[in-house]
Every structure is written in C-alpha cells, then in structure tokens.
C-alpha cells in the first residue's frame, strides 16, 4: 500500500514573526533617522537584527511525512512519527520520545497570552489566525496538527530522534551579542 506525500506543514509564531518585522522596520527607521556617526549604529543595528532572527523568526514546527522537526533558538529535535510516545501542551507544544522531552518555542500554548497569535491547520495545509479557539474550547492548533498527522503516519513513517545544535543560530547569536557589547563600548 503506497501512501500519498503531503506537502510539509511548517507552523510558525505570527507574533514572533510581527515582532521580528517591526524590530527591522524600526532598526531600520533609526538608523535613516539618526545617522550614528562612527558606525556604531550599524553594529548596534545588526546586531539586534541576528536577535531577532534567531529568536523570533527562525523557531519552527515543521511536520512532514517522516517526522516532525522543532526548530528552537538553541538546539533543532527531529522524532520520526514511529519514535514519538507522547505530544501535548503546558506553556508550549512538548513532544516526548523515549527520555527525550522537548518544547518548541514556535508553538505557545493555550495558557499564554501569545496564544491568541497562534495559526492552525485547515484541511488544505493552510495557516490562518483562529483567536476565538482559545481558553479550553479545544485543544491548540498546533497540538491538533501534530497529532492528526502523527496518527496518519505512525505506522508507515521511519522511528528515529536527532537532537543537534542549531549552529546558524548559535553562531548568529553569538555574532549578534558581540555586535551589540562592540556598539555599546564604542558608542
């Protein structure tokens, strides 16, 4: 029996993302507006830029056929659909496989304020906002999402767990703090 593929469902923070936006946006306006002589606000600038990146934009649900992949600031966790025990919501999306328990950053759970941001699913694969699903009235849309297509691929999809640093992430951190301490010691 041959399964169709689906497309990957990738499930991103919205408010994360509007931060993001508005964090360059403003960067951006400042910089224009101010012209800080010396080139500080350029590294000041940068560097609240990889902040935001790696912070905001970046963290990510992605659920495909093989697995689920949560990409946090710090670290990125692949579970294959057969390697996955458990799924549920506290603060955020948790996942748990084996002795492994992980959050993802990307998905804030229904006890958050930033809940009211959160996208869910609908049966074409689309993302739209969904405010009025919230306080108990149904589990979160992220949460919903992952357990649909773990239950439809369970069975069929490869087991497995890799837990590997996010070094992009990590490196534009690090970058990013280094720009901001050299702004701040210049300026």
Do not use: K
Not at 101 to 110: E, L, N, R, V
Not at 145 to 171: D, N
Request: aromatic residues 6%; contains cysteine.
């Amino acid at each position: 029996m041959t399964t169709a593929v689906t497309e990957p469902v990738v499930l991103r923070h919205a408010l994360g993302r509007a931060v993001a936006v508005v964090g360059w946006t403003a960067a951006l306006g400042w910089l224009v507006a101010a012209r800080p002589p010396g080139g500080t606000g350029l590294l000041f600038a940068a560097g609240a830029s990889g902040l935001l990146w790696a912070l905001c934009w970046r963290p990510a649900v992605v659920l495909d056929d093989d697995g689920v992949t949560v990409r946090n600031p710090l670290r990125d966790v692949r579970a294959g659909w057969a390697a996955l025990d458990e799924a549920g919501f506290g603060w955020s999306l948790w996942l748990r496989a084996g002795d492994v328990t992980w959050h993802a950053a990307a998905a804030p759970g229904p006890a958050s304020m930033s809940a009211l941001y959160d996208r869910h699913v609908t049966a074409g694969g689309v993302l739209e906002r969904d405010a009025v699903a919230r306080a108990g009235q149904r589990p979160a849309p992220a949460l919903l999402a992952v357990r649909q297509r773990w239950e439809a691929r369970r069975a069929v999809a490869p087991g497995g767990l890799t837990v590997a640093p996010a070094v992009a992430s990590i490196a534009v951190l690090a970058s990013s703090a280094v720009l901001l301490v050299t702004a701040a010691l210049t300026g």
